[in-house]
């Protein structure tokens, strides 16, 4: 079975740009969590869709966004990029709510 | 207070010994715990996940919950060199919503 898929790896933006990250879950996973992670705060916990509703955010602003499409791959988007927002951004996936989360390699952003 | 402490380490330690890796909780409510073990540049991998109090073995990887100081260990019996990476500590009460540690910095030398 194909892991959890993220495109793209590894991206370069500028300072009030916009990006969208792309997440393709595990065949059969409904739910999908997205995280940030910087060395300083390791991993943050965003938001996490289940059958294309948010379930759960984080305590991030509004700039952050997502939604689940009816496949239930996954995007994130970001607004206004700001230089803080250079991190690994990671999306899991689970079968349902109480299932072991697997982790794709994530998307490696640099905001310059 | 975060949720969740952890001792960043890192850590380095020779080939054989054993390997105590530790983490703290805020919130009783917290019933789901886990480790996480992340290589360089890839995302983290599940090592062990329980659920409450209690003991969870497998192979050489030891969990340990312990509720009522809020504390959750990970022990490595016989390290070896691919166990080098850093290992996260994870905690949720819901299951829907996960609590991580920052990670531990784990080198095993040959």
């Known amino acids: 079975k194909a892991g959890v898929t993220q495109t793209p790896r590894y991206l370069i933006k500028t300072r009030g740009q916009q990006v969208t990250l792309s997440c393709s879950p595990i065949s059969g996973h409904r739910s999908v969590s997205w995280y940030q992670q910087t060395p300083g705060q390791g991993l943050q916990f965003l938001f996490e869709y289940f059958s294309e509703t948010q379930r759960n955010k984080g305590n991030f602003p509004g700039r952050f966004s997502g939604r689940q499409f009816s496949n239930s791959r996954s995007e994130m988007n970001v607004s206004t990029l700001e230089l803080g927002d250079s991190a690994l951004y990671l999306c899991?996936?689970?079968?349902?709510?109480?299932?072991?989360?697997?982790f794709g390699p994530g998307t490696r952003l640099l905001v310059l | 207070q975060k949720e969740v402490e952890q001792d960043p380490g890192p850590l380095s330690v020779p080939e054989g010994a054993i390997v105590s890796l530790n983490c703290t909780y805020s919130n009783s409510a917290f019933q789901y715990f886990m480790w996480y073990r992340q290589y360089s540049r890839k995302g983290p991998e599940l090592l062990m996940y329980t659920y409450s109090s209690g003991n969870k073995e497998d192979g050489r990887f030891t969990a340990q919950v312990d509720k009522s100081s809020k504390y959750i260990s990970l022990f490595i019996r016989d390290s070896q060199p691919s166990d080098s990476a850093t290992y996260l500590c994870a905690t949720s009460n819901t299951g829907n919503q996960f609590y991580f540690g920052t990670g531990t910095s784990l080198t095993v030398i040959p």
């Open positions: 899991a996936s689970s079968v349902d709510s109480l299932g072991t989360q697997y």
